[in-house]
């Protein structure tokens, strides 16, 4: 019954791409979900340009909101599939390049120059040996606080662990609590425990942990969680993070009732519309905890797949290659307010983008993607509520760890 | 001379297949659109995901056969214990929907001026959605200005985090689930009272009966039939609790909210799931359980049929 569906489905397709070539020389179809307004606007700007390069490609593209995205992109890739969608890079991508559904670009890659001017992404676009994606953008993780706060109790801002603690001691003293933290969905405290664990045991460790190659009891995970232990004892986050959207965790930094958080480039539009302004708002890199191990940072990449049922695949390479450019890099970022991939692409001259900037590139540690698209998305899932408990019950952390062990056993 | 003139009035057989079978063949031909998709969409799938729940798939690539091997992992999985176990919360604070429904019931079914607009009042949580529910269930318990924390604080009660406290949590959903349940039972009271036969409640009145005992004997056994459905409506409706658990909490803190349905979803079709095997044999067990119910209330069905 299905089976037949899909044919219908594929038929109904077909003669539609059939009525349109009669009127269009080509044709492209693009799913994305960058229906929030900024990157909508970004999406809207690059086909119309890429339009306006290729006069004869007709520009088909669909809209997703970003949750019904999340299972959408499953159907249509098997059932109806455009000829370019939008993903992230890392873990994530695994599943539809096992499948069969992404086709891979080395060609794109090698014609254009990619492997030099967009080097800095290629290892997180590489699965097999092979190429998955152009990447376009992407935006940097760190601590985002309150400048005018730290003024007022006279803190500097803090380069080392023991700095960071003694901040915090500080901020508590005066009734502020130090981090806020929203974790009813989960990932934000992702972004924590990443952060804790490249400043404790570094980057490759890090990426042997996601990638299920180191036990969840080993050691150096304990130590990174005695680590973090030490700011939940200290009170360092807010009180009932659990009821918060990383949204909702934003009021009480807002208020001045919480001083910094953990989040990435994408938290300053919202702050900004909630009335700060940059001579309050801060931004800066994770405090170091151990000297010997090489900075790594925190910064997600966001892609576009050539899908493989695709029909028009040479204009979706022309749109990949158009993509890939450094002047279009530096337009669709300048509107994203995110940073471009392209070496010879400008940053926008946000204050964040600059720092943001000015930090990736220095990083020589290496660059994580995010826990949930560098682990296996059942790992995520159960690492991510496993951090939330710790949080709330940092009793339980063997009984945790344990938990998180028997998934990873299950998955390899 | 013989009945050879009067005019046949009954053919005899010879006639076609249709016109003898008629009235035996109407009623399937009107229920046959019923049947094929109740067959297409209820019954097929039931078959599909027992047969899919011995499969590890992941919705996309070739499903493995793995045998029992998704049951066993089961009865070794906590999040399905916390699951089964908020199911069973859920299906006995579920039933609070019945008295309290019959309470407001009683309450409504006078006749005062106006009495349209308290019952559109009662019944109007039942009509918005689920979503709406949570969302404002959800503020109500917003630890930092929801009215609920508001309330407790001025007889000096700290502040309590229901959504974010695991020992509160599955509760504050069922109270949020309460609402619009009561409300649908009482619904389900009203035209049942409407039923009620005067003459009886005449003849108990002579009887000197009232009060208590007058709903106990008389009134109660008369609604009998809508506290069948409102048992049945209630039992489904806490068994498939889901969008409630999903606004208000996505399952958590940890998971500790979770109930089968949602946490079927959540292995199944969510952002970190696409374990169709596991979810399927979740949805199995928790179809199993549905099914003790259904037996129980057929066969009771049965039973009163025949008794009267």
Not at chain 1, 64 to 74: C, L, Q, V
Not at chain 1, 144 to 162: A, H, L, M, N, S
Not at chain 1, 341 to 356: E, P, Y
């Amino acid at each position: 019954m299905f089976k037949r569906t899909k044919t219908l489905v594929a038929t109904i397709a077909a003669t539609t791409i059939l009525a349109g070539s009669a009127w269009a020389a080509g044709e492209l179809i693009i799913n994305t979900d960058t229906s929030d307004p900024a990157p909508k606007k970004a999406f809207e700007d690059v086909i119309a340009g890429f339009e306006a390069e290729y006069p004869d490609i007709e520009v088909t593209w669909n809209l997703f909101d970003h949750e019904g995205y999340k299972t959408s992109i499953r159907n249509f890739l098997t059932a109806d599939a455009p000829d370019l969608a939008n993903w992230y890079a890392g873990n994530r991508m695994l599943p539809y390049v096992n499948a069969g559904l992404f086709e891979p670009i080395d060609d794109v890659w090698e014609e254009n120059g990619l492997n030099e001017s967009l080097a800095s992404a290629k290892g997180s676009m590489t699965i097999d040996g092979k190429v998955w994606g152009v990447p376009y953008t992407y935006y940097q993780w760190g601590i985002y606080y309150r400048k005018d706060i730290f003024e007022e109790q006279g803190i500097d801002v803090p380069k080392t662990w023991d700095d960071f603690i003694a901040a915090g001691e500080t901020l508590k003293a005066a009734g502020i609590t130090p981090i806020t933290i929203g974790t009813k969905y989960l990932w934000t405290a992702g972004g924590v425990f990443d952060y804790l664990n490249l400043r404790t045991n570094g980057y490759d460790f890090h990426m042997a942990l996601t990638k299920g190659e180191v036990a969840w009891t080993d050691d150096r995970v304990k130590a990174t969680m005695a680590n973090w232990k030490q700011l939940l004892d200290a009170d360092f986050f807010i009180e009932n993070h659990a009821a918060y959207s990383w949204q909702e965790a934003l009021a009480p930094m807002v208020q001045g009732d919480a001083a910094m958080y953990v989040m990435g480039n994408f938290a300053v539009a919202p702050l900004r519309e909630a009335g700060l302004t940059d001579d309050q708002l801060g931004f800066m890199q994770f405090p170091i905890i151990n000297p010997d191990v090489p900075v790594a940072e925190e910064a997600p990449t966001d892609t576009i797949h050539l899908t493989a049922n695709g029909k028009n695949k040479e204009n979706a390479k022309k749109f990949l290659a158009y993509l890939a450019r450094a002047d279009v890099q530096t337009q669709i970022n300048e509107t994203l307010g995110q940073l471009p991939i392209h070496k010879d692409s400008t940053v926008g001259d946000d204050k964040f983008l600059q720092a943001g900037y000015e930090m990736l590139s220095n990083t020589d540690g290496g660059i994580a993607q995010f826990f949930d698209r560098d682990a296996p998305a059942e790992m995520a899932k159960a690492g991510m509520e496993g951090f939330q408990e710790f949080m709330v019950k940092p009793d339980r952390l063997d009984k945790i760890l344990e938990r998180l062990e028997k998934v990873r056993a299950r998955i390899n | 001379m013989t009945t050879a003139a009067l005019p046949d009035t009954h053919p005899p057989n010879p006639k076609s297949y249709w016109k003898r079978n008629q009235q035996r063949l109407a009623p399937w031909l009107f229920l046959a659109p019923g049947i094929a998709m109740f067959v297409l969409y209820v019954i097929a799938p039931i078959f599909q995901s027992i047969s899919i729940s011995f499969y590890a798939w992941d919705g996309l690539g070739e499903a493995e056969y793995i045998g029992i091997a998704n049951y066993v992992e089961l009865m070794d999985d906590e999040d399905f214990y916390t699951s089964l176990k908020n199911n069973v919360i859920w299906l006995v604070l579920y039933m609070l929907a019945l008295p309290a429904g019959l309470f407001v019931a009683l309450f409504l079914n006078q006749t005062v001026r106006g009495i349209r607009i308290y019952k559109s009042l009662f019944f109007f949580p039942f009509v918005i959605s689920q979503v709406v529910v949570g969302l404002v269930f959800s503020w109500f318990y917003d630890p930092s200005f929801g009215l609920f924390n508001i309330v407790t604080g001025w007889f000096g009660a700290d502040p309590i985090a229901i959504l974010a406290d695991e020992r509160y949590v599955t509760y504050g959903i069922i109270a949020a689930g309460l609402w619009p349940q009561t409300a649908y039972c009482m619904i389900l009271y009203l035209t049942g009272l409407n039923a009620v036969d005067p003459e009886q409640i005449e003849a108990a009145r002579l009887d000197n009966a009232k009060g208590f005992k007058m709903l106990w004997y008389v009134v109660l056994p008369q609604l009998k039939p809508a506290t069948f459905i409102a048992v049945v409506v209630t039992v489904i409706g806490a068994l498939r609790s889901f969008d409630l658990i999903s606004i208000m909490t996505d399952g958590g803190p940890y998971g500790t909210s979770s109930v089968l349905a949602f946490y079927m979803y959540e292995q199944a079709f969510s952002e970190y799931g696409f374990r169709m095997g596991y979810g399927a044999a979740i949805a199995v067990v928790l179809f199993a359980i549905m099914m003790i119910y259904i037996a129980f209330f057929l066969w009771k069905m049965y039973r009163d049929e025949r008794g009267g």
